[in-house]
């Protein structure tokens, strides 16, 4: 999604479904959305229809293998003019295949496949920096600009040898379980009190770990202190919750965190022991 406005203070958007929603911070705001195979944009009702924006510039057939978040900034910003672009912490990887044609789908693109990524295009204010552009990429609660003239270069860019720049090698595979967890809800710390669907959420939230559970009978049991969790390894927070309720074992199938009753993992006869056909779902 690119969202690069501010509602209006006093704009209240919970409760409304997304269409509504979209309407109500366009209608404020004097934008339009629309939806772009899959990307959320909104942008102020004359740009749709300008004759010539930086937006609608070509960009060359590329190939992204294995990318981060910087080296698609990078990309873009060199195609708007730019000589160079900042570093970015984030670090998911993404590939794609863009085969050609405006910059508002090369942004487009870049948010879509990595999934977490949303777009802004900006005039710089006029006490600003020089460029009276602006164009940035965040994820989350951070982000990153770089200033550019909004023009298509004299030159040709060479995108292969700018996203070479800006490519970070890829360390040695991550563990999971060694994976210290960050902050809960509002930015603060995450304090667990025991294993229920609210807390693992929050904690598969903080951790970036996918979890489930399969709930014993009766209610669960509850450390009322509860222990901050933030800045441990999840392994040593897993560990806490099943002393907590040692009715439970965790377990990580796959990459996802599993909670279940200690006799269910055994359990031929556990419904979750059902055996399903292969499938393959698309879209």
């Not at 298509?152 to 070479?164: F, G």
């Not at 693992?200 to 450390?223: N, S, W």
Request: net charge neutral.
């Amino acid at each position: 999604m690119n969202l690069s406005l501010v509602p209006p203070v006093g704009t209240r958007l919970t409760g409304l479904t997304l269409r509504d929603a979209l309407d109500t911070l366009a209608r404020e705001a004097g934008y339009e959305w629309r939806e772009m195979d899959g990307v959320i944009v909104l942008r102020p009702r004359r740009a749709w229809v300008a004759l010539s924006h930086p937006l609608d510039i070509e960009v060359e057939p590329v190939r992204l293998e294995e990318a981060i978040a910087q080296q698609a900034l990078a990309l873009a910003c060199a195609v708007l003019g730019a000589s160079d672009s900042p570093q970015m912490p984030e670090r998911r990887r993404f590939s794609f295949t863009f085969p050609g044609g405006r910059l508002i789908d090369f942004l487009n693109a870049v948010a879509r496949e990595h999934g977490s990524l949303a777009w802004s295009f900006a005039r710089t204010p006029q006490n600003g920096p020089g460029f009276p552009f602006t164009l940035s990429l965040s994820s989350g609660t951070s982000g990153v600009g770089c200033g550019v003239p909004g023009l298509k270069p004299a030159a040709p860019v060479d995108l292969q040898r700018v996203l070479a720049r800006k490519a970070v090698p890829a360390g040695p595979t991550e563990n999971v379980l060694d994976r210290l967890v960050g902050l809960g809800v509002h930015d603060q710390p995450l304090r667990l009190h025991g294993i229920h669907e609210s807390g693992l959420r929050d904690l598969a939230t903080a951790a970036r770990v996918p979890m489930g559970v399969e709930k014993v009978e009766g209610r669960p049991l509850i450390y009322s202190e509860g222990f901050v969790a933030t800045g441990a390894p999840l392994r040593l927070v897993l560990d806490a919750l099943v002393t907590i309720d040692p009715r439970y074992e965790w377990r990580l199938l796959d990459g996802v965190v599993v909670f279940r009753p200690l006799a269910a993992w055994d359990d031929p006869e556990n419904p979750l022991a059902v055996r399903a056909g292969a499938t393959r779902l698309l879209d």
